[in-house]
């Protein structure tokens, strides 16, 4: 497989360079042909062509694709190795790969014919990862440490801005860069470039480390909020260039420094807006779920494009647009439409990925862009490290002095460390002007060397360090219910020790933001019907309710048969004190059926049903006794099974029927009762009869159990509930059942007397 991957990859490798000759040679001769006589390029078919050659036409979209796809396979092959990506970053392998490539196609044509271009990177490839960074936001534990998150993103990128490009103004005046034609305002250009964090390396190498939450939340929020920083100093400085030093006074410091705020507020107001727009535009989309996830992708685009347009933060625009509307845009979505949107935006955020760091491999390999001055080289490496530990420690120490949770020595080595810069910092060297910047090329040559250093030599190092250090890595789990309602508990008990003590924490106004979330916002956003399937102790019951039909089932495919519901070791239900041994007439199952049923179950999660008509059908089919027994089994811990419709192409069948979680959860509940009862009071307890209606005296419906049992249950229609022949309903009732019925008629007889 890894051999049949490198082969496509040199296939594909091989028809984007003769793809990029002929492009070549098709430009070189319609050159030629203008100069020439316009008579001579006039060429008239005389006879009728079945197959024409159409490469002027397709020539951009099929490099393009064929780009992408070389990109991809690249780590498809990484993919296999998954010895190879445990040990080095997959974006370290990447760029290696891209500088192969890109080796190859410069060989082939003697030119770089490729290389990443701050358009395609700023309009096509970063809107949709900084989108799925804000949409799938951890919001609580993003909040939290909102206040730690914005000292390092705009105090220590200033920080580094200014000291990085100082002493390098400083080295200068030694003389020992040689002779450069830089000046200060240039020196703090270059600067500003590399003080900010990129997010596209943060997350594709952070995401591999599994260091703790609150660690990788403070370094990936520092690369999202840094970029408004980093936008403001380097247009700021870029203009102070053009300017020159000698125009400067007091009035454009101002400007320069009320320009932050304005582009900073001003980008997350525009994404507050279009967050609003999409939730409300998701409220009323109720008869056309098919475009839902459609609106999503349109507007976010639409809100970095404005942010863009009004020389604001896109980033942050896009950022803040999915943190606010992914509360609001779930729950008003149909649940197809939410898996859309989750696995499109993964897609596209890990395609464009993949594309970044392949090119940042392939435009290193242009002999235009080079030129070397060591000295340059490792004092901006050299700075840039130790002023990113100086200005991380310092910050740290004032921040735990208020922090409630401080930061250890060790986390605070790893935020060090892990400052990454990327395909920001590489795109920005290439827009300098080079007719104002002499040494735009050394400037961005020695982008590129931070760049590899930072996420091929860190990336490859950081690992080994979290281990060695022993930092505390995250571990994924799904928490039980214990924990949730545990940490619920703390969060109420937290805010009333803040009201008790006259405090405003938090805490407090997390709780406060709550209830006006819960009272206006919700109400505002959200369509009825969503506002109503939020109650919390329905979704855990719906969740819990889930969770034991699919271990029934995981339980009998493991054994082959259904001999799981005799077992003694089940954890949700204990078959032998509510049943015993009378099901043991089963007969045992035959094979299981390829695809497992629970994994039906998880992937429908949402609308798995069985109903009578499911049983008809069976019965026809010649189910067997056992078949029909799970059936009844999982009907009651299931939902209803959505009535099929015919296909259309704008519509999503779903099922609309508002009581059926409250009827499955007062089914569920009345089981759940009975086994308390029996297993607390004993089967052999006196039982307490009470007066029938006469009109029941000849069906058994759910009053059958309040009759026999001293509880009183929730009225349920009980058409669900009767009892008729069994060949009438295609499957023999239980002996259980059968002994429940022939007690219950007695009881009723013996009362009747």
């Given amino acids: 497989m890894f051999k049949l991957s490198l082969l496509l990859i040199a296939v594909v490798l091989v028809c984007c360079v003769s793809a990029t000759g002929e492009k070549n040679g098709s430009d070189s001769s319609v050159s030629q042909n ?86 395609v990177f700023f309009y096509f490839l970063l809107p949709q990862i900084i989108l799925d960074a804000g949409y799938f936001m951890p919001n609580k534990l993003f909040f939290a440490n909102l206040g730690s998150i914005l000292v390092f993103a705009v105090i220590g990128t200033c920080w580094n801005a200014a000291t990085v490009g100082l002493s390098l103004w400083g080295v200068y005046l030694g003389g020992i860069m040689g002779d450069l034609k830089i000046s200060l305002l240039e020196f703090l250009l270059f600067g500003s470039l590399l003080s900010a964090v990129d997010p596209v390396a943060v997350i594709a190498v952070f995401e591999e480390v599994h260091v703790n939450d609150v660690l990788f939340i403070i370094v990936f929020g520092e690369s999202l909020l840094n970029d408004g920083v980093t936008v403001v100093l380097y247009n700021v400085f870029d203009s102070f260039v053009t300017i020159g030093a000698g125009n400067i006074d007091a009035v454009e410091i101002i400007k320069g420094v009320g320009s932050f705020f304005v582009v900073a507020f001003g980008g997350s107001l525009v994404g507050v807006v279009f967050a609003i727009l999409l939730s409300l535009l998701t409220r009323v989309s109720k008869n056309i779920p098919i475009v839902e996830p459609g609106f999503i992708f349109v507007l976010a685009y639409l809100c970095y494009l404005t942010a863009e347009m009004l020389s604001l933060s896109p980033i942050l625009a896009v950022t803040f647009c999915g943190i606010c509307c992914q509360k609001y845009v779930n729950a008003n979505m149909h649940e197809k439409s939410v898996q859309t949107v989750k696995y499109a935006m993964k897609l596209l955020s890990n395609g464009s990925e993949t594309i970044i760091f392949v090119f940042l491999g392939i435009s290193a390999i242009d002999t235009t862009i080079w030129v070397w001055n060591t000295a340059f080289v490792l004092l901006t490496l050299g700075f840039l490290l130790v002023f990113r530990f100086i200005g991380v420690f310092v910050l740290t120490w004032v921040l735990n002095r208020h922090r409630l949770v401080p930061l250890e020595f060790i986390d605070q080595v790893v935020m ?7 395909a920001v910092a590489f795109l920005l060297a290439v827009m300098l002007d080079a ?109 819990l309710n889930l969770n034991d039909a699919i271990s029934y089932v995981s339980e009998g495919e493991k054994k082959g048969s259904l001999a799981f519901l005799r077992s003694d070791n089940d954890a949700n239900v204990d078959f032998e004190k509510k049943i015993g041994a009378e099901i043991s007439y089963m007969t045992p199952r035959g094979t ?30 010649c189910w067997t006794s056992e078949d029909m027994d799970t059936h009844n089994m999982l009907q009651q811990h299931l939902y209803r099974a959505r009535k099929q419709h015919e296909y259309s192409k704008n519509r999503i069948s779903t099922n609309k029927d508002e009581n059926e979680v409250q009827e499955i959860f007062q089914r569920t509940m009345r089981r759940r009762l009975l086994s308390f009862k029996s297993t607390k009071m004993g089967i052999s307890n006196k039982k307490i009869f009470h007066k029938p209606k006469k009109d029941q005296t000849n069906k058994v419906s759910h009053d059958v159990y309040s009759f026999c049992f001293d509880f009183q249950l929730p009225s349920i229609s009980t058409k669900h509930y009767v009892f008729t022949n069994s060949a009438q309903l295609g499957f023999n009732i239980p002996t259980y059942l059968v002994h429940l019925i022939e007690t219950s008629h007695s009881c009723s007889v013996k009362k009747a007397i």
Wanted: net charge positive; glycine share 6%.
């Fill in 34 to 119: 203008q100069t020439g006589n316009v008579a001579n390029t006039i060429y008239k078919n005389t006879t009728f062509q079945i197959v024409t050659w159409n490469w002027n036409i397709i020539s951009v979209p099929y490099l393009v694709a064929l780009w992408v796809l070389v990109c991809w396979l690249c780590k498809l092959v990484f993919g296999l190795k998954h010895k190879l990506i445990t040990t080095i970053p997959e974006s370290a392998l990447l760029i290696c790969s891209g500088l192969v490539l890109g080796a190859i196609v410069w060989g082939a044509n003697k030119v770089q014919t490729f290389s990443l271009q701050p358009t």
């Fill in 592 to 621: 299981p059926d390829d695809t497992p049923v629970s994994i039906i179950l998880r992937d429908h999660d949402s609308s798995v049903g069985l109903d009578m008509e499911t049983l008809e059908q069976g019965r026809k089919v």
């Fill in 416 to 422: 060090s460390y892990g400052g990454l810069r990327g």
């Fill in 435 to 543: 007719n104002k910047i002499k040494e735009k090329k050394l400037m961005v040559s020695t982008t590129i060397i931070v760049v590899y250093f930072t996420v091929v030599l860190q990336g490859i190092t950081i690992k080994p360090l979290v281990t060695w250090l022993k930092v505390k890595r995250s571990v994924h789990y799904d928490p039980l219910l214990i924990v949730k309602l545990q940490s619920r508990a703390f969060d109420h008990i937290l805010i009333a020790i803040e009201d008790i003590s006259g405090q405003t924490g938090h805490n407090y106004m997390r709780d406060k933001w709550t209830q006006f979330d819960e009272k206006w916002l919700c109400w505002f956003f959200m369509k009825s019907s969503a506002r109503k399937s939020r109650d919390y102790l329905f979704s855990v019951f719906h969740q």
